[in-house]
T-cell receptor, first 114, second 113 residues
Framework: DAGVTQSPTHLIKTRGQQVTLRCSPI?????VSWYQQVLGQGPQFIFQ???????GRGNFPDRFSARQFPNYSSELNVNALLLGDSALYLC?????????????FGPGTRLTVL | DAKTTQPNSMESNEEEPVHLPCNHS???????IHWYRQLPSQGPEYVIH???SNVNNRMASLAIAEDRKSSTLILHRATLRDAAVYYC??????????????FGSGTRLQVQP
């Protein structure tokens, strides 16, 4: 079975630009979460979606937005990129939002902002 | 959120057992203890979780203190592939509106051949 897939693998943008990252969850999983991991730190929660509705939001500015589609795939958008947005962006899927549900992570998208 | 405290780094020799400690003195009665690990250049992966009793699976064992204020992840025979950052995470079983994993800095495990 295919795991969580993310695209693109790597991305280079300049300050002020906008970026869209994509995530396809494991088949049958209805929840997708997004995390940002800056070099040397643990992942930080950005958003969680379940059945196309936002169920949780971390402490990130409004420049960050996301959505989930009917097929449960998801997009993360970041506007007006800053140098500090350079990070590994991880997507995780789970069957539901229950705290005992395992979250399965994709390999991430490495975003570099110049 | 209840917080966890882990050592920054640990070293082990290949084929020896490894005990990774985690302190969570402010844990609530409804918090599950989860462990994830992140191998180099990969996303985190689930290892094990438990509530009160010790747990075993094919990857590891989780020993939970009787007062639940600490826990230990046990790798019975470390391999080079186990070199990773290990994260101890608490997750509330009730609906708090925050349904995400809260990662700390984790423990970087180095395994020597």
């Amino acid at each position: 079975d295919a795991g969580v897939t993310q695209s693109p693998t790597h991305l280079i943008k300049t300050r002020g630009q906008q970026v869209t990252l994509r995530c396809s969850p494991i088949s049958g999983h209805k929840s997708v979460s997004w995390y940002q991991q800056v070099l040397g730190q643990g992942p930080q929660f950005i958003f969680q979606y379940y059945e196309k509705e936002e169920r949780g939001r971390g402490n990130f500015p409004d420049r960050f937005s996301a959505r989930q589609f009917p097929n449960y795939s998801s997009e993360l958008n970041v506007n007006a990129l800053l140098l500090g947005d350079s990070a590994l962006y991880l997507c995780a899927s789970s069957y539901s939002t229950a705290s005992t549900d395992t979250q399965y992570f994709g390999p991430g998208t490495r975003l570099t902002v110049l | 959120d209840a917080k966890t405290t882990q050592p920054n780094s640990m070293e082990s020799n290949e084929e020896e057992p490894v005990h990774l400690p985690c302190n969570h003195s402010t844990i609530s009665g409804t918090d599950y203890i989860h462990w994830y690990r992140q191998l180099p250049s990969q996303g985190p992966e689930y290892v094990i979780h438990g509530l009160t009793s010790n747990v075993n699976n094919r990857m590891a064992s989780l020993a939970i203190a009787e007062d639940r204020k600490s826990s230990t992840l046990i790798l019975h025979r470390a391999t080079l592939r186990d070199a990773a950052v290990y994260y101890c995470i608490l997750r509330d079983s009730y609906d708090t509106g925050r349904r995400a994993l809260t990662f700390g800095s984790g423990t970087r495990l180095q395994v020597q051949p």
